[in-house]
């Protein structure tokens, strides 16, 4: 067949899907496109008779999805399909959802053009918005340069196993996207269209699935990626504007001499859970970032030397600058007259010197001459001030404020190093090893007996020594061998990439002080805690208790008011300046209590560990451990940093950025501009305005939240906790088993072998539900405490709905919810349900999660007065228009799939099918786990 386009009956949405607004014409009309060329593509490649059962069921669906027919007669054709037919109808709405979202990506991309062009008021979560709001504050200079002292924005990588899509599949959707970007502008329509048709046919011929699982070095090489696709770029950029505009309001402050946006990852450094994080891991994750960072070094030097080709017959650089070209030791005489190339060859040459120090190669052309390696990134900025002071005495001052300042900001920032690399492990580790270590060195023979005060007490003595407490050479556990041999890895990496590469230690269910002190300990044993003269320990690395249990977060202020306490302790944090950091895990808070209630522990564990922090006289930085989807505390960034308690942000705020969401924000530089700088903004104002919007009525508020708290997760407990059965319902109910199957990640799916939801870990645990379109980690038990709560109480109900206009907190929860609430189907979660093999139980487990789903939509709409749950989302309910007809096959060939694996069937075709409807269903859906 020709790549032309034909006129014939295709994929395209059916009619009634139009939205009536003028404004999403061309939308609709991408969609129309990418359908009829995925059609014949389908044709072409499968056969009329695939394209006839794709078709049908499309048709069917969008019927469906406008009520006209019921679901029985879809499911019962679909279920008639023969494996291999089945997976070609799996792909096909595999693809066009994807292209679905490409689409809509591309509108977005035009709205905010559009929105630019006409000069409209800059939009919510900008910077220039936020500016707007700081300026009609009036806010006293003295105040904003202390508010910001030491800002600090960090958005962390993480290698959390939730991106389904292959990075083959996401290069094939960029040369997609690119297309449809200039459609109508190509000079050759029907050129545009043949390579169209092309990139469409190469996305169907290749592969959704992986052949095997991702490896820890590929998870380190994928999230390097996105510095070239867009953080070099954006990142200096963005601190650029940000010192801009800050000077120019308030110039006597000294703000911001630092960049306030920084990148972080934990990928080779979480080894919570993940056996695959050794010391070999740590070296490599660092050496990568650094060559990384380098390498982009080197090529800009090399672009700039070719740039400034000024000669010394025409212009008069600095001494300084003669001096830097002397330096490099340049002697061609092609070259003789022009200092400023000499001079950065010789910058040029000194950062080759260094690569091969810290790398042990040149991550770009080899130099002829070696210098010396510059020591720090320090003396680089200064060499390239050098040249930049230079270039302003002879008018050419526009050249050193495009390429040469664009590398000098990329330096500041991303240093040798790249990104801070935190390590994580789990506190019952610590305390095994620790316990081996104390026994082999003759202190303490059973540590593990030892209560809370004999614990502190043995590891506050050993904070005092200055000896190690094992050789190099001594005989451990495999255990103990690999934690002290990644630490060692560690301190290898700190002395030579400095502290900015390493610093962050982040210990997973901190419970107690000694769980603080065990790490300290074992920091020590390899040299990353040493003693002052006057004895007390000092360290370059955070040490972060993770509060992740409704329990642990209850007890957060606690703990941090006891570790602050200790004067050993707290010396270490002063020697840091200090600021303390404590990390917030949103998913386990979920797992363990349901959406309200850890919603509510998170804001309440906030509050305390402010108070905590102020009374003892220390900056808090928080940490906040949140994933895709709104049941891992995912979520719009910019309203939930701004839904934050009163003091909590206060210029420092680190944040998880987790699998599918990487790419969705990073992938390109607008879409990373857009999401990095709205952080900023919300940072900006939560740290210098007042938005709570509780004032006289903060405690009452708080006391009636504790109240629903309590109530919602009574009511999740009842059915996730005490409900005989709940774990085979789930088990059988939704594709967890199937999922563990995914090569979508280095981690395995369970902390541990178990048959408990506590052995599961939280993304598993949502994933699976949204596959299964309940979501139930979305909204479960709040219906039923605010329900119980309001009581038929119109005066309750006026509260909450009150409540709700100015509290940016329960705003952003509900608001959330209904995000989740909406992309929940439970006629479809019924069919899922089907696979239960117990009656009575299939019964009654879905009976509750029914009148719950019920209940919490009647709630909600009562409280925010809304006909409908998206009405302050137009852009998803839209999206949900456009996407989810084409969700409707797949979900049924999942159900079906499940069916017939679970009966017997073991032809791995059938498996197959079962990994493509996940993959199709989480790209559809966008976010997953």
């Not at 999230?223 to 650029?240: E, G, H, K, T």
């Not at 070719?306 to 330096?327: F, Q, W």
């Not at 720090?376 to 390429?403: K, Y």
Request: charged share 25%.
């Amino acid at each position: 067949m020709s790549e032309a386009t034909v006129d014939v009956a295709d994929l395209r949405p059916a009619a009634g899907e139009d939205d009536d607004r003028a404004g999403d014409a061309p939308l609709r009309e991408d969609i129309r496109l990418l359908g009829r060329v995925l059609g014949e593509v389908v044709r072409e490649q499968a056969g009329q008779e695939v394209f006839d059962v794709v078709e049908a069921a499309r048709v069917e669906a969008f019927r469906i999805r406008r009520s006209e027919v019921d679901r029985s007669g879809l499911a019962e054709t679909l279920a008639g399909l023969d494996a291999r037919s089945a997976n070609h109808v799996i792909r096909a709405f595999s693809h066009f959802s994807l292209l679905a979202n490409l689409a809509e990506d591309v509108h977005h991309e035009r709205r905010r053009r559009h929105h630019r062009r006409e000069g409209s008021p800059p939009q919510k979560g900008t910077l220039a918005a936020s500016f707007e709001l700081l300026d009609a504050a009036d806010l006293d200079p003295a105040v904003v340069a202390h508010e910001l002292e030491g800002a600090l924005v960090v958005p962390v990588v993480t290698a959390h196993p939730t991106e389904v899509r292959r990075r083959t599949v996401s290069q094939v959707q960029r040369q997609v996207t690119e297309l449809m970007r200039t459609r109508g502008t190509a000079p050759d329509e029907q050129a545009w269209s043949a390579h169209l048709w092309r990139e469409v046919l190469t996305l169907w011929q290749t592969a959704l699935l992986r052949l095997s699982r991702l490896r820890l070095e590929d998870e380190i090489d994928e999230a390097l990626r996105y510095y070239d696709l867009s953080l070099f770029a954006v990142v200096p950029a963005i601190n650029a504007d940000l010192r801009a505009a800050l000077r120019q309001r308030w110039p006597d402050a000294d703000l911001l001499p630092t960049p306030m946006l920084r990148p972080g990852s934990w990928i080779g450094g979480d080894r919570d859970g993940n056996p695959f994080v050794t010391a070999a891991a740590v070296r490599r994750a660092t050496t990568r970032a650094a060559e990384t960072a380098l390498g982009h070094h080197l090529a800009e030097l090399v672009c700039l030397a070719d740039e400034l080709s000024m000669s010394e017959r025409l212009v008069s650089p600095t001494p300084e600058l003669e001096a830097l070209a002397d330096a490099s030791r340049d002697d061609s005489p092609f070259r003789a007259d022009e200092p400023y190339r000499r001079a950065l060859r010789g910058v040029y040459r000194r950062l080759a010197a260094t690569s091969v120090r810290v790398l042990g190669h040149v991550p770009g052309p080899l130099p002829d001459v070696e210098l010396e390696p510059y020591d720090e990134p320090g003396q680089l900025i200064a060499d390239l001030d050098v040249v930049a002071a230079s270039l302003r005495t002879h008018g050419a001052g526009a050249l050193a404020d495009d390429r040469l300042r664009r590398l000098r900001d990329a330096v500041e920032v991303f240093g040798f190093h790249l990104s801070g690399l935190d390590m994580r492990q789990n506190s019952s580790v610590h305390e095994e090893v620790l316990a081996e270590l104390l026994a082999w060195a003759g202190v303490c023979p059973d540590y593990t007996a030892l209560d809370e005060a004999g614990r502190r007490e043995v590891l506050l003595g050993e904070l005092r020594l200055r000896r190690p407490l094992v050789r190099a050479d001594a005989e451990l556990s495999e255990l103990a061998r690999g934690e002290l041999d990644l630490l060692v890895a560690a301190a290898e990496q700190v002395r030579l990439l400095g502290p900015r590469a390493i610093p962050n230690y982040v210990i997973s269910m901190c419970e107690s002080v000694s769980d603080v002190l065990e790490v300290a300990v074992l920091l020590k044993e390899v040299g990353l805690v040493t003693l002052d003269e006057a004895g007390l320990p000092a360290s370059p690395i955070m040490i972060a208790p993770l509060f992740e249990t409704i329990g642990d977060l209850q007890g957060g202020g606690e703990t941090l008011a006891a570790m602050l306490a200790e004067p050993l302790y707290r010396s270490m944090v002063d020697g840091r300046g200090g600021t303390q950091e404590v990390m917030l895990g949103y998913s386990d808070s979920n797992k363990d209590g349901g959406y309200l209630a850890a919603n509510w522990a998170l804001y309440r564990a906030e509050l305390a560990l402010v108070e905590v922090a102020a009374q003892a006289g220390v900056r808090l930085r928080l940490f906040h451990g949140r994933g895709g989807t709104v049941g891992r505390g995912g979520g719009p960034s910019y309203e939930a940093v701004r839904a934050q308690p009163p003091g909590s942000v206060a210029g420092q705020l680190r944040i998880t950025e987790q699998g599918e969401v990487i790419a969705a924000k990073y992938a390109e530089p607008d879409l990373a501009r857009r999401n990095l700088e709205a952080l900023v903004a919300a940072t900006l104002e939560s740290t210098l305005l007042s938005l709570e919007g509780l004032d006289g009525d903060a405690e009452e508020v708080y006391a009636l939240f504790d109240d629903l708290a309590a109530r919602a997760q009574a009511a999740y407990g009842a059915l996730v906790h005490e409900t005989p059965g709940f774990v085979e319902w789930f088990r059988a109910a939704t594709p967890v088993r199937e999922l563990a199957e995914l090569n979508i990640g280095s981690r395995p799916p369970s902390r541990k072998a178990g048959d408990k939801i506590s052995d599961l870990r939280a993304i598993p645990w949502v994933f699976s539900w949204s596959q299964a379109r309940i979501m139930l980690p979305g909204w479960f038990g709040t219906g039923t405490a605010l329900e119980s709560w309001v009581d038929g109480d119109p005066v309750r109900l006026a509260r909450l709905q009150e409540l709700h206009t100015r509290w940016p907190f329960l705003r952003t929860v509900l608001s959330n919810m209904g995000m989740v609430l909406a992309k929940t189907d439970l006629e479809l979660a019924a069919r899922y349900a089907s696979l239960v093999p117990d009656e009575e139980l299939r019964h009654r487990v879905f009976d509750v999660i029914t009148a719950e789903h019920e209940r919490t939509c009647r709630m909600l709409l009562a409280i925010t007065g809304d006909d409908h749950l998206l009405a302050d989302n137009p852009s998803l309910a839209r999206s949900i228009r456009n996407r989810f007809p084409y969700l409707e096959p797949l979900h049924h060939l999942q159900v079906e799939m499940l069916r017939r694996r679970r009966e017997g069937d073991d032809d791995e075709l059938v498996k197959r099918c079962i990994q493509l409807t996940i993959n199709g269903v989480a790209t559809a859906l966008r976010n997953s786990g």
